[in-house]
């Protein structure tokens, strides 16, 4: 399909936050030896990721990889898990230092706080070096929230608290499969807000059965009273496996008009789009967010350490990860076997995929060109010893059709450009991720 057919049939045609994304990892044969592969990295500015898969509900459009229900046995075992995993990586890194840090899910505030103290020490003990003036990124839910949790949180350094949201009025989160009562949700806001946090980010979601304009305004106006420094406003995707997928309940035909108002509406009131789905407010300290999605969730960016069942680890040409499932029996029996690992096995990647050189270019396009700050073609050449434009003739095309423009020697993705970036994105992987993706059995 040529661009302007997939644009013509749908702006929606995936979220493209990793590249190759992880239904593109296969089983690694014979698995990989982590210290030889990291001692070839520029181990200076590292990003960490800490992954902890547990929720108090599942959301019914949520495809990530966290469980519900689990005792408090389960949760041990997975923390004195992944506190064996941070021994093992600490040794495999050797010298090294993590420039940003980040702790997502599930819900890491699903965790007591006896059980984030337990974190706090495994980052800052266990493995090593952590810049004092990191970012550091925290999420949550609005039930999981308490004065006692934040007060933990930043005395431990979280600069950046995260909720998801969603939206304001109790029969769209409903509609969501999402239990939340508003009481809890103001609540919930208000602690966070009162905490002062360095950034403060609240997650929208548009596209809802049932959103109108008028609710989604609702839900816009309804951040703004926070103050937020970032929101993230989220098109529905109703993927498979998920609960909206099991009762045939599919996004609102108005998604694209949606995210327009959405658009106008933040940056009609003080924020800047920096992509698609990210809105910084004007007055924020950048240099504290640390520039673009850089502090937040990087996700393309090498030297990414990802610990836990379900975290990504990014070097220059190995992505891997643990398996990657949806449904409950696929997640549960990923975090067993995550649980079951011996030492020996944290200092190997047995699941993931290589990038060649083909493939690290195209991924050094994709994630530059759907953000404003556009691919800086000195630096590609930097890199790669090449010319963008000849490497990615397809790249013309965005700029005939008027999605993209010269800057010097940037290009930049126009309006119209960051506004197809779910199109766009797909459209620019290679044929053998696309394949790899369409032929892989989740469960």
């Given at each position: 399909m040529t661009l302007p057919e997939r644009l013509l049939a749908d702006p929606f045609q995936g979220?493209?936050?990793?590249?190759?994304?992880?239904?593109?990892?296969?089983?690694?044969?014979?698995?990989?030896d982590l210290r030889p592969l990291w001692s070839n990295e520029d181990r200076s500015a590292l990003f960490l990721y800490l992954h902890i898969p547990f929720c108090e509900v599942r959301c019914g459009f949520c495809n990530l990889f966290t469980s519900t229900g689990a005792s408090e046995s389960a949760v041990e075992r997975y923390l004195a898990t992944l506190a064996r995993q941070i021994a093992v990586m600490r040794d495999v890194l050797g010298d090294h230092r993590?420039?940003?840090?980040?702790v997502g899910g599930g819900t890491p505030t699903f965790l007591n706080n006896q059980e984030l103290e337990l974190v706090f020490r495994f980052i800052r003990e266990g493995l090593g070096t952590v810049a004092e003036d990191a970012p550091f990124s925290f999420e949550m839910?609005?039930?999981?929230?308490?004065?006692?949790?934040?007060?933990?949180?930043q005395s431990h350094g979280v600069t950046r608290a995260s909720i998801g949201v969603q939206s304001f009025l109790e029969t769209e989160t409903r509609s969501l499969g999402r239990p939340q009562k508003p009481e809890i949700l103001r609540k919930a806001l208000e602690q966070i807000r009162d905490a002062s946090f360095v950034v403060m980010n609240i997650d929208l979601i548009y596209g809802i059965p049932g959103q109108t304009d008028e609710s989604w305004e609702t839900s816009l106006q309804n951040a703004l009273l926070y103050q937020p420094e970032e929101i993230y406003l989220y098109p529905l995707y109703v993927r498979p496996l998920t609960g909206l997928h099991r009762i045939g309940r599919d996004s609102s035909d108005l998604r694209f008009s949606l995210y327009l108002q959405g658009r106008d509406f933040l940056c009609s009131h003080g924020y800047e789009q920096i992509s698609?789905?990210?809105?910084?407010?004007?007055?924020?300290?950048?240099?504290?967010?640390?520039?673009?999605?850089?502090?937040?969730?990087?996700?393309?960016?090498?030297?990414?350490?990802?610990?836990?069942?379900?975290?990504?680890?990014?070097?220059?040409?190995?992505?891997?990860s643990s398996e990657y499932a949806v449904g409950q029996n696929g997640v549960k029996a990923i975090l067993d076997?995550?649980?079951?690992?011996?030492?020996?096995?944290?200092?190997?990647?047995?699941y993931g995929t290589y990038l060649d050189d083909s493939e690290r270019r195209r991924r050094f396009v994709i994630k530059s060109i759907l953000r404003r700050e556009g691919l800086d073609g000195v630096q590609y050449s930097s890199r790669f010893g090449t010319q963008a434009l000849?490497?990615?003739?397809?790249?013309?095309?965005?700029?005939?059709?008027?999605?993209?423009?010269?800057?010097?020697?940037?290009?930049?993705?126009?309006?119209?450009?960051?506004?197809?970036?779910?199109s766009i994105g797909p459209w620019m992987f290679s044929k053998s991720s696309r394949h790899r993706m369409e032929d892989f059995p989740l469960t």
């Open positions: 979220y493209a936050y990793s590249y190759p994304h992880k239904t593109a990892y296969r089983p690694l044969d014979p698995a990989i993590f420039a940003r840090v980040a839910s609005p039930s999981t929230v308490d004065p006692g949790k934040l007060k933990l949180l698609m789905r990210l809105f910084r407010a004007r007055s924020a300290k950048t240099s504290t967010v640390g520039g673009e999605e850089g502090a937040v969730y990087c996700c393309q960016e090498d030297g990414m350490v990802g610990l836990g069942a379900g975290a990504r680890s990014y070097t220059d040409k190995l992505h891997y076997n995550f649980c079951r690992k011996g030492d020996q096995d944290f200092a190997r990647a047995d000849e490497d990615f003739p397809e790249l013309g095309e965005l700029v005939q059709l008027g999605l993209a423009q010269f800057s010097g020697d940037r290009l930049i993705s126009t309006q119209s450009g960051i506004d197809r970036s779910d």
